[in-house]
């Protein structure tokens, strides 16, 4: 994700909580860090693979990369702070096609 769209979407997140609560703004700003993190870890995982190889001495040995497991903390940070953090419901009327709403006609009888 580039960094316009980390923007963007910290801009929605802060157009839907409280900006007057200093703890959900930085909440909203510690989870675009996270999305940040995540970003980089998939850098990572796209320039070296998904395994990498280790040398030691006459040892050699593949393993998973550690952006790995990286990706799957972060996501774990990611999913608990999103549950912590305090969104505003939408209160705007929505449109209602009920019939209530309608103008009455004639009966039909």
Do not use: W, Y
């Not at 703004?25 to 510690?30: F, H, L, M, P, W």
């Not at 870890?41 to 070296?48: G, P």
């Not at 799957?72 to 702070?81: D, E, P, V, W, Y």
């Amino acid at each position: 994700m580039e960094k316009e769209n980390f923007d963007e979407l910290k801009k929605q997140l802060l157009a839907r909580i409280d900006t007057d609560d200093l703890l959900e703004v930085k909440k909203v700003n510690d989870l675009i860090r996270l999305h940040e993190l995540d970003a980089a870890c998939d850098e990572a995982i796209d320039r070296d693979g998904v395994s990498i190889t280790i040398e030691n001495g006459s040892q050699k040995f593949i393993k998973s990369h550690p952006s790995m497991n990286e990706k799957m903390k972060i996501n774990a940070q990611k999913i608990a702070l999103e549950k912590s953090i305090k969104f505003k419901f939408n209160t705007a009327p929505s449109p209602s096609s009920t019939v209530e709403d309608k103008p009455k006609c004639g009966s039909l009888i």
